[in-house]
């Protein structure tokens, strides 16, 4: 059963071709505009963006009680080979198999099992034709946090935070979520110390015992490993992975 479709906190909503999720807290305002990037900046509310392959957008949005939240605003693109014949074009099968369902589903999920994630606020599914669609989500911001690249691209972490780091991901794996992207982008470190993962786009739940867990430790280390090789200055060693495991070991 969905948390999301079963929950008096959220709403679906169906205009024309979108069908938007959202908290209830946001769902009388909420529209398809808020999924378009050029709405927020017709009301000057961006207030900064992360370029990858893509660009994605932090907006603010102003609260009923005049209160401001701030927002990360993400299109779903294709990779690999795939992207060049069709840039955000997914095949459509169902509202509960999209991707950006999928994602909101599991952040729930996870809020509701502790796990340190940002919360989320709305998504929107687009069908295109017959048998495609298009994605976007919304995710609150993580106050005063900056992903492990830019960190390390300016200053070493401590052992507490190597060890905190290695400690989270195994709160995750002890819940069988598996990350299917764990690399140095995607883990978070606030100004508190509170280490958080996100993008959890192709994620899943896993319940079987099998290899995943070593699988995506793996995939991190080798993440650190070419961010080292790329950038030299990136502080990064193996006494600090020692660290880590000794965290994920605890």
């Not at 295109?128 to 972490?157: H, M, T, W």
């Not at 195994?170 to 995607?186: A, E, K, R, T, W």
Request: glycine content about 4%; aromatic content about 12%.
């Amino acid at each position: 059963m969905s948390l999301i479709t079963h929950s008096a906190d959220w709403q679906q909503l169906k205009q024309d071709k979108h069908q938007i999720w959202a908290r209830s807290d946001v769902a009388k305002n909420i529209s398809p505009a808020w999924f378009d990037a050029v709405f927020w900046q017709q009301q000057n509310a961006i207030v900064g963006e992360s370029k990858g392959r893509y660009t994605t957008y932090f907006v603010e949005y102003k609260t009923a009680e005049d209160s401001k939240v701030k927002m990360v605003l993400r299109h779903y693109y294709r990779g690999g080979l795939i992207s060049k014949l069709s840039r955000d074009r997914f095949i459509f099968r169902s509202y509960q198999s999209t991707r950006a369902f999928a994602e909101l589903t599991m952040l729930q999920k996870m809020r509701e099992l502790n796990l340190p994630v940002p919360k989320p606020v709305a998504a929107m599914v687009t069908k295109v034709g017959l048998f495609k669609c298009v994605n976007d989500i919304l995710i609150e911001l993580i106050p005063n946090a900056r992903d492990g690249f830019q960190y390390l691209l300016q200053q070493s972490l401590s052992e507490q935070q190597w060890f905190a780091i290695g400690e989270t991901i195994q709160q995750f794996h002890q819940q069988g979520v598996y990350h299917s992207d764990l690399n140095i982008h995607n883990i978070m470190l606030d100004q508190q110390g509170k280490v958080w993962l996100i993008d959890f786009d192709r994620c899943e739940f896993r319940t079987s015992a099998q290899d995943w867990q070593q699988a995506n430790l793996s995939r991190l280390k080798r993440s650190l490993e070419k961010e080292k090789t790329i950038n030299p200055e990136f502080h990064f060693n193996e006494s600090y992975w020692q660290q880590l495991m000794a965290g994920y070991d605890s």
